[in-house]
């Protein structure tokens, strides 16, 4: 869908999900993330870029398992992350948007819940390539989780968590020779409404995560 007819239909209220293809499953468990290797820090950082032409083609289930570890899984024996948040507060959550549905990603048994049996990654984003790309994360802050931290500073605080837990899925990917990009540009009550969110359920940012595009040869 053109991103005119996503502006339009944001306007209306309309920007909606499409019908799964296949049966959604209620609990996908993950397999264990692939915690070794990967390319050198340094050179990934020097391949670290924000990439918007994805290919169609699925991430394999490991490949998004070692993702969403990546990005914020559980890294120590007392629960610790592997991005920071003030006061340990750990209020974002990753909600995985994939053709086959959408799931909350659940760090501490590493599986991903049902949260919406629909295809929901056209709501994520304006950008016409969140549609097909074949997967779309959305950052949400639980303020539930923030009452140790001052009203003033909850957005801001969960906004650097995000950013942090953003910059983990960009190093996989250069890793990975995956493409990626984190976008603010999104209809923050078009995706609250597709995920069934509360109101103290801040929708803070969204990534698209793909294969690359294929160069076309003239
Ligand atoms: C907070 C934030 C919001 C962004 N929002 C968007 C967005 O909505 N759409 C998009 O295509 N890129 C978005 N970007 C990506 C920037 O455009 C990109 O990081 C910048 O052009 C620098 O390119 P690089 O990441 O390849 O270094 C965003 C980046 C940040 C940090």
């Given at each position: 869908m053109s991103t005119l007819t996503k502006l339009a239909l944001g306007v209306m209220g309309q920007l909606r999900p499409r019908p799964v293809k296949g049966n959604a499953e209620t609990t996908i468990k993950l397999p264990?993330?692939?915690?070794?290797?990967?390319?050198p820090l340094m050179a990934a950082l020097a391949r670290r870029r924000s990439s918007r032409e994805f290919a169609r083609k699925p991430l394999p289930r490991a490949l998004l398992s070692s993702l969403l570890w990546a990005a914020?899984?559980?890294?120590?024996?007392?629960?610790?992350?592997t991005a920071p948040s003030a006061i340990d507060a750990q209020e974002i959550d990753v909600y995985v948007a994939l053709p086959t549905g959408a799931y909350l990603y659940d760090a501490r048994t590493h599986s991903l819940q049902l949260v919406a049996a629909s295809d929901l990654r056209r709501v994520t984003?304006?950008?016409?390539f969140v549609d097909e790309a074949p997967l779309d994360l959305v950052y949400v802050a639980?303020?539930?989780?923030?009452?140790?931290?001052?009203v003033g500073q909850r957005e801001s605080y969960a906004s650097a968590a995000a950013g942090a837990i953003s910059q983990n899925v960009y190093l996989f990917a250069a890793s990975n020779g995956l493409a990626t990009v984190i976008r603010a540009w999104i209809d923050r009550s078009a995706i609250a409404d597709a995920l069934g969110l509360a109101h103290d359920q801040q929708v803070l940012l969204a990534q698209t995560v793909g294969y690359p595009k294929p160069k076309q040869t003239p």
């Amino acid at each position: 869908m053109s991103t005119l007819t996503k502006l339009a239909l944001g306007v209306m209220g309309q920007l909606r999900p499409r019908p799964v293809k296949g049966n959604a499953e209620t609990t996908i468990k993950l397999p264990a993330p692939d915690k070794r290797g990967g390319m050198p820090l340094m050179a990934a950082l020097a391949r670290r870029r924000s990439s918007r032409e994805f290919a169609r083609k699925p991430l394999p289930r490991a490949l998004l398992s070692s993702l969403l570890w990546a990005a914020f899984g559980v890294n120590r024996r007392d629960g610790g992350r592997t991005a920071p948040s003030a006061i340990d507060a750990q209020e974002i959550d990753v909600y995985v948007a994939l053709p086959t549905g959408a799931y909350l990603y659940d760090a501490r048994t590493h599986s991903l819940q049902l949260v919406a049996a629909s295809d929901l990654r056209r709501v994520t984003g304006y950008q016409d390539f969140v549609d097909e790309a074949p997967l779309d994360l959305v950052y949400v802050a639980d303020h539930r989780r923030m009452r140790m931290v001052p009203v003033g500073q909850r957005e801001s605080y969960a906004s650097a968590a995000a950013g942090a837990i953003s910059q983990n899925v960009y190093l996989f990917a250069a890793s990975n020779g995956l493409a990626t990009v984190i976008r603010a540009w999104i209809d923050r009550s078009a995706i609250a409404d597709a995920l069934g969110l509360a109101h103290d359920q801040q929708v803070l940012l969204a990534q698209t995560v793909g294969y690359p595009k294929p160069k076309q040869t003239p």
